[in-house]
């Protein structure tokens, strides 16, 4: 079992997806500490293949769902961000449909 002191963590605000036909890659990034001082800084590039990414993204939403369900709390996104990321209400709406209890 590895030392979990030697297990780098990061902190991350802001992300963005680049991909091709063989593999996609996260960019997980800090703001500026002061808006329009700086420009973004990478922390971390994740890259896996299409597998592993539509795997993790299952398991991410199935994970949220549950939580979500489980404490009764949500965690809503405002709709001037969805705009920002082109994301449509309905389609946020859609992907986040809680899941009927058991």
Do not use: C
Request: proline share 10%.
């Amino acid at each position: 079992m590895p030392d979990d002191n030697l297990i780098p963590e990061y902190y991350s605000d802001m992300f963005e997806v680049v991909s091709g036909p063989y593999g996609i890659a996260f960019n997980f990034m800090k703001s500026p500490p002061m808006p329009r001082t700086e420009t973004k800084e990478t922390v971390v590039r994740i890259r896996m293949s299409w597998e592993h990414a539509k795997t993790m993204t299952f398991i991410m939403q199935r994970h949220v769902k549950r939580v979500e369900r489980d404490t009764g709390v949500s965690y809503p996104m405002p709709i001037k961000v969805l705009s920002d990321m082109e994301i449509a209400k309905k389609d946020w709406d859609t992907f986040w449909k809680p899941e009927s209890s058991p």
